[in-house]
């Protein structure tokens, strides 16, 4: 075939070339796997950081709708209040609030003030407690007293 010029080809057009070494593939292969591991735990990271935002929301909504209640109460409800868990409201109770513990702290600071505090806790992701709590003061002559006199 020589002598009409045309020259055969044996390596089916990829020339010279040869393919890449095991090293190269192995190489390759390791830093793949860093890359896809890399990902798969940034994933993870970020669902369980976007978990433990949800939980903090949710347990500020609650504690803040119970300060709400708490606000339209007046003096004698506000002096009759004790220590121990609180009711949620029901919208909360279909959620994942369900799994929330809530407790009221009700402190005597002198005969005409006192100390209210809330608290949420849950069990996190990653088996940790984690806990929110609200704190606040209620007096005898204070503003919730004022809304009620208005009326």
Avoid: C
């Avoid at 929301?57 to 300060?67: D, F, G």
């Avoid at 121990?84 to 009221?104: I, L, V």
């Avoid at 005969?111 to 209210?116: A, S």
């Amino acid at each position: 075939m020589k002598a009409m010029g045309i020259k055969r080809r044996t390596s089916f057009g990829f020339g010279n070339r040869r393919g890449y070494s095991l090293v190269e593939v192995i190489v390759a292969v390791m830093v793949l796997g860093l890359v896809v591991g890399s990902s798969i735990m940034s994933l993870r990271m970020g669902f369980s950081l976007v978990e433990t935002s949800r939980y903090n929301t949710l347990s500020s909504q609650i504690l803040q709708s119970e300060m709400e209640n708490l606000r339209l109460q007046n003096w004698q409800q506000i002096s009759s209040l004790t220590t121990g868990p609180f009711e949620m409201e029901s919208t909360f109770k279909d959620t994942t609030a369900r799994n929330f513990t809530t407790t009221r702290e009700v402190l005597d600071v002198n005969p005409d003030l006192r100390r209210i505090a809330l608290q949420v806790e849950w069990v996190a992701h990653n088996g940790s407690t984690a806990t929110r709590r609200y704190v606040t003061y209620f007096s005898r002559n204070g503003l919730n007293d004022y809304y009620y006199r208005s009326f």
